[in-house]
């Protein structure tokens, strides 16, 4: 029975983090088709934003709050990669529309840009650029409506990004001079440290568990609410919902797709940015971090499909149990007396690369029944 | 896509034949070892190339798991050469297993003792694999970017499964193969090398007539057809899966040779030929090249590794933002590629602009179908 909580304890784990990392990917995926090959390097902008803010809370003017660094890099994450991910989907993804084989080409570069991006730039203004970024894209929105209708908009929005310029290059410096280790630009691994009231263990029924897995299971159960209560109650949500069944109708009916996409796009990618953070907590960080989880992603996006959120909640959970109970060989401490062969193989499968081997060909398997993942989009095209 | 093309006059076909054959007997006398070594390597690429091409030019499939079918051609490769030159090793097998205590030789070892065998497993076990892949996915009518994660993520499951093994195929440091014999002569020697770099060179062309045969005809229209219509391919009565099977497993043929050209001239196979940006590039060989153009994609292979290694000596760093931004540019500026541009109506448009060129009047509705929009 211990035995069992803690195999599932560890799935939940594993999959909990699959799930933060796979929920902005299925709910974009869902919408439009596309996949988006830097949601990986998007984790790892999150994780980076974690690391900044850690320094920065360890400035004498914020070292009171530097218990709650954690908190606030969530939403810090959020931001970081979701403007990102805006400015990915105002420059490229929208020349692409239709085809999502290129759209994935594409994003592949970007990724390869951002991975080559924190490792030549010096965190310090890489903080400094998204900075500018946020006020570039989002100052002009906050203009009042007159100047917003009016014919010399866009050079309000041309000096709204003059002053962002400038802000990004002053931000960048001011904290480049006053924390000395984002002022070099470094290629090597950096490693986040937990707070200290997430070290150490809880115990639960008995058995010890890490805190900061319980973090990760908390933030991910936040992010699955907040972006369920947000698709079925808001207004937006439910503008999403109609493009995602039926983009052409919903276009017809007087939505901006446009605004839709944009949106979407942001909070996919905002949320993995909160993804990173969560990483972060599981090991070091560099620039190749993103890599490590995104393949994770696909399976879940494939084994659940795209008609519901509660697909991508299964399959991340699923996904994650069985790596547990196939990487750890816990198959063969629960059933002791299995005959050789079998046991064999099992131990054959037993380390956590070759689970994955293991998990590939049940997935394979598995869409020989239901191609379509376990809650397909429902229609009547002829290609669904 | 417009498929007029240049017609060129016989005898300018003939003396670039000419000067092509010469080029390839001259170069390794042309050449030092190391730039030669390098050449026969990316025009070993460019024979991986022309499978991408087939499956993503003409039919429309992006795998980015074509990695899969390259690496297990150069486990062939490098498995047989390993094991006619390890009768001096302890238990006449391979020097490495000795490392990790095994005494007996796996298996699967055995058949690449004969030549022949070896000969033939190098296209066929890739063949066959990405039929197997191909057929399983297909059949349940999975397409487009389902199809190309699902690619990628049994790239990364045969990388995994490559890298985990150390006892059955020495794991994460591969197989060398520069120090072993072959017909009594070093592999990595320059003698050697010189031999494989016109293997190399005749394979490319043979394999570039033999892509422009199966692309020829009905199978290559109905590739085409799969391409800009699947629904209406099956509704005419063709069942596309035996169609995408076969180009598929066509494309992993191609990939297995390229890759045991290739860990010849290297000297080593290892997993890493198994890693996801290796694959992801060979599709960018191509997109830069031109896709559904089999002469663009070995010219975008040479050319852009070519570029890729003298970039990465000069700035190593770059490379990185050069690549990506190769990507984004040739996917949102260039979609049909350098040769697609060219032979299409790239050049004219572009004198149009500067007005060197009067412009054609057409018929709105005869203009060229750009995209569909929503074909997937």
Known sequence: ????????????????????????????????????????????????????????FKLPILKPFYNSYIIVSIFLAFIVSGV?????????????????????????????????????????????????LLIG????????????????????????????????????????????????????????????????????????????RLMIIVITLISVVAITLFLNQSAWGMRIRAVTQNRQMSDCLGISTEKVDIITFGIGSGLAGVAGVAVSLLGSVGPNVGGNYIVGCFMVVVLGGVGNLLGTVLASFGIGIMTDLIGAGRLLSIWPDMPLPLSNTINFFATTSMARVMIFALIVIFLQFKPTGLFPQKGRMVES | MSLSKIKFDKKIVLSFWIILIALIIAAPTLLPVFRLNLLGRYLSLSIVALGVDLIWGYTGLLSLGQGIFFALGGYCAAMYLQITSSSEFPNNIPEFFALYGVEKLPFFWEPFRSPVFTFLAIWIIPAMVAGLIGFLVFRNRIKGVYFSILTQASLLVFFNFFNGQQKLINGT???????????????????????????????????????????????????????????????????????????????????????????????????????????IEMVIWVAVGGRGTLLGAILGAVFINYAKSLVSEALPASWMFIQGGLFILVVTALPEGVLGWIQGDGPRNLLQRFGLKRKIETYPSLEVNKKDGNNE
């Not at chain 1, 400015?87 to 994935?104: A, D």
């Not at chain 1, 866009?154 to 001011?174: C, D, H, P, Q, R």
């Open chain 1, 1 to 56: 029975m211990e035995l069992l909580l803690d195999s599932l304890f560890n799935g939940v784990a594993i999959g909990s983090v699959l799930l933060v990392a796979a929920l902005g990917l299925a709910i974009v995926f869902g919408l439009m088709g596309v996949i988006n090959l830097a949601h990986g390097e998007l984790m790892m902008l999150g994780a980076y934003t974690t690391y900044v803010t850690q320094l920065i």
């Open chain 1, 84 to 132: 990102v991910g805006i400015l990915l989907e105002k420059t490229i993804i929208r020349k692409l529309y239709g085809s999502p084989l290129e759209t994935l080409l594409a994003t592949w570069g970007v990724s390869l840009i951002l991975q080559q991006f924190v490792r030549s730039v010096p965190l310090a203004y890489g903080t400094g650029l998204v900075i500018s």
């Open chain 1, 137 to 212: 894209l989002f100052l002009p929105t906050t203009f009042p409506s007159k100047i917003k209708e009016s014919i010399n908009f866009k050079y309000f929005k041309f000096s709204s990004w003059i002053f962002a310029a400038f802000t990004g290059v002053l931000s960048g410096s001011v904290i480049s001079s006053s924390v000395s280790k984002l002022s070099r630009a470094s290629a090597r691994n950096v490693d986040v440290t937990a707070p200290s009231w997430m070290r150490g263990q809880v115990e639960i029924i008995g058995t010890a568990f890490p805190k900061t």
């Open chain 2, 173 to 279: 440091n591969g197989l060398k193969t520069d120090v072993t014999q072959l017909f009594g002569q070093m592999v990595g020697s320059e003698s050697m090398q010189r031999i494989f770099f016109w293997i190399t060179a005749i394979l490319v062309i043979a394999a570039w007539f033999f892509a422009k045969w199966v692309v020829k005809g009905r199978f290559g229209n109905i590739l085409i057809g799969i391409r800009d219509d699947e629904p209406r391919v099956r509704f005419t009565g063709y069942n596309p899966v035996i169609f995408k099977t076969i180009i598929f497993s066509i494309a992993g043929g191609l990939a297995g040779i390229s890759g045991a050209l290739y860990t010849v001239q290297s000297g080593i196979v290892s997993p890493q030929f198994m890693t996801v940006p290796f694959s």
